[in-house]
């Protein structure tokens, strides 16, 4: 990973930054207790790197209290869709920050307890009386103690004080939809203090953290940007030689590659182990790799120290074609788009030729010297993937797609799709949006891009107020076969306009499960509810995106009639229903 | 080392290098308000391994004074 420009770089390409109409949006809210210039600036110009059109508010300096209070405040006129408060202990403890044992231990754990009630208002504050989310920062623990090696001994010190601020604020506000704890604390360890904490720029302009640090601030604080708009990536496409192993397996040969029992080897199975943890929480792996398959599969499936084996793979390209083909080849397979995808490779060409001939995959280049292969370096690629809510579906993800597999292999045995359908034995099963299925429901809209007939972003507080909405009808759709239980992976929302008439305002379906009649299914099940409720008829619209090509004729097909910007079925209409799904 | 110094001059302030003399400072300088000259400040002590303190870095009012400022620079 390249290091971080410096902030002069930012404020000067800051001024450059036009206000070009991007699809993507967002209005970004600082607060601050300390002097936070320059970060401003620099999320603009990352936000515009990313093709995000970003509008900022920064409030006074030291003014985030009364910006939060007063519901006139210029921060609820600017209307935020996410805020973030970066605050320290000097701005909660005083100058108690100083000379904390002035207080007794008990008078220690009551202030704690007073401040972190303070601060868990406050925050539930900004997110009642706005639609914004708030980021807030934990508190960095300092290394000082005027107790020196007592530190440790006293009973709730300073730094038990800090980490039980910490703690109570994550405890607090974990449950909290809209309010997410930035961990300053570990940003300030990874740079270290000396480093983030200048004191001459602490007393020159009561900035506490320090200019050259900003930009890396403003790196991490854009993982929230991304995945609150949904950009976060869904795989990593790997090389081989070189990427998971040490040396190039056609001519080191199987057993001398370098994977395991010496220095650099050990660097590759530290790497293999970081992809492992990813690839648990729900990132799919996939390898485009140019080698003699014999050779290369022969490393993955036998050789001792691979720690990724062949079913962590959800798609394998190994062949001499070209790597673009392999790529738009893996992106079909899985069914996700091209700018999901981060490739991963060792060879400067290929990460240039992958760059230039399609952009909107993220190509990272394995670093030259291995010691770079780690967690740490791995860190700045996992935040591609940051989501705000990892769910169950998530943690299943990979097992999902190897069953994808299996399909595929099925439906190349079968040949005929009605047949192939037929033996899948798919059951749909309808259920509301409630406390399991909401932040399921919400995700799926902010990442749907196929199978999507209207791409309406919902956050999750707004599927939850739609759910309490008695004119709505927010319901989604688990997915099960013989090879396994997709989740849910369908969902739609009903707009009730009147006694007469229904109109579909979202309407998707995850594309792992797209192509095998359950959108028919939902949508059947929609129409003869309608009929029930003696709706005469039922509107929908799709409404085009680069993406969501796969989507265009779903209403066409299904019977429904284009009638201005809509499409309409009359409920009294014969409409055909796949025999083969189990609805329930 | 005059040439680096002005250069950075001109790549903080966005300002071509031929504007950039010894005794440019907040006059001659429109970008140079207490923020940019402190985001200079730290991009000259970085470049150059120097520090500055706090009593000389007050006392900066002009390009000159940072090479007065620094034996280095």
């Known amino acids: 990973m390249p290091d971080e420009e410096k902030l002069s770089s930012y404020l000067n390409r800051s001024k450059l930054v036009s206000n070009s109409n991007y699809e993507k949006k967002i209005r970004i809210a600082i607060l601050g207790g300390f002097t936070l210039n320059g970060l401003e600036e620099t999320m603009r110009v990352k936000c515009d790197e990313k093709k995000i059109q970003c509008t900022t508010y920064v409030s006074g300096y030291n003014q985030y209290n009364q910006e939060i209070l007063d519901e006139k405040s210029h921060l609820y006129k600017f209307s935020p869709d996410i805020t973030f408060l970066i605050i320290d202990c000097r701005n909660v403890f005083g100058e108690l920050f100083l000379n904390p044992y002035s207080l007794s231990a008990e008078e220690r754990k009551q202030f704690v307890q007073t401040k972190s009630d303070e601060i868990i208002n406050l925050a539930k504050t900004l997110v009642k009386k706005s639609k914004s989310k708030l980021v807030l920062s934990n508190f960095s623990i300092p290394s000082y103690s005027p107790i020196g090696i007592n530190e440790t001994r006293e009973e709730f010190g300073l730094h038990d004080m800090i980490r039980s601020l910490n703690q109570n604020i994550k405890i607090g506000l974990r449950l909290e939809s809209k309010i997410f704890i930035y961990d300053l604390n570990s940003f300030v360890t990874k740079f270290g203090e000396d480093n983030v904490f200048s004191y001459k720029q ?51 040969g199987f057993e001398g590659i370098k994977l395991g029992d010496d220095p650099v080897g050990r660097s590759y199975v530290e790497f293999q182990h970081n992809l492992l943890a990813l690839n648990q929480r729900g990132i799919l792996l996939a390898i485009n790799s140019k080698n003699n398959f014999d050779d290369a599969i022969q490393v993955i499936k036998e050789h001792p120290n691979m720690v990724l084996k062949e079913d962590n793979f959800a798609c394998v390209r190994i062949n001499w074609n070209d790597k673009l083909v392999n790529m738009k080849e893996i992106s079909d397979e899985l069914n996700i788009g ?164 229904w109109t579909i305002d979202t309407f998707l379906l995850s594309c792992r499960v797209i192509g095998r009649g359950a959108e028919d299914g939902i949508l059947c099940h929609i129409i003869e509810k309608a009929r029930r409720d003696g709706v005469s008829q039922v509107r929908g619209e799709y409404i085009k995106t680069k993406k969501n090509q796969p989507a265009e004729n779903f209403f066409a097909d299904f019977g429904f009639k284009k009638e201005g910007d809509f499409w309409i079925f009359d409920t009294k209409n014969q409409f055909k229903k796949p025999e083969y799904l189990v609805m329930s | 080392m005059t040439k680096t110094l002005f250069e950075i001059v001109s790549r903080v302030m966005n300002i071509p290098i031929e504007k950039i003399s010894d005794i440019s400072g907040p006059d001659s300088i429109p970008e140079w308000d207490s923020f940019n000259m402190f985001v200079l400040l730290a991009e000259i002590e970085k470049e150059f391994g120097v520090n500055f303190s706090l009593e000389e870095t007050l006392e900066i009012k002009t390009v000159g004074d940072f090479r007065k400022k620094s034996e280095v620079v």
Not at chain 1, 221 to 238: D, N
Not at chain 1, 393 to 411: C, F, G, I, P, S
């Open chain 1, 202 to 252: 602490f007393f020159y302009g009561d900035i506490r953290i320090s200019l050259d640090y900003i930009p890396d601030l403003a790196n991490e604080l854009m993982g929230y940007v991304t995945a609150v708009l949904g950009l976060s990536k869904k795989c990593i496409v790997l090389d081989l030689d070189n990427t998971l192993w040490g040396g190039i397996v056609g001519e080191d």
């Open chain 1, 338 to 501: 091209l700018d999901s995808i981060v490739f991963v490779d060792d060879d400067p060409v290929n990460i240039e030729y992958v760059r230039s001939n399609l952009p909107e995959i993220g190509a990272i280049q394995m670093s030259a010297d291995n010691c770079d292969n780690n967690s740490r370096h791995l860190q700045s690629i996992s935040s591609l993937f940051n989501v705000l809510k990892i769910t169950d579906e998530d943690k299943a993800r990979n097992k999902m797609y190897l069953e994808q597999r299996k399909r595929t292999e099925l439906k190349t045995q079968v040949g005929n799709l009605e047949d192939f359908l037929k033996q899948l034995n798919i059951s749909v099963n309808i259920k509301n949006a409630d406390g399991f299925t909401i932040p399921r429901i919400s995700q799926l809209t902010l990442k749907t891009n196929q199978f999507n007939l209207t791409t309406r972003r919902y956050q999750e507080e707004d599927i939850r107020k739609f759910s309490q909405n008695s004119g709505k009808i927010v319901k989604c759709a688990q997915i099960e076969d013989k090879f396994g239980d997709n989740g849910i992976t369908g969902v739609y929302i009903i707009n009730k306009d009147n006694e007469q008439q």
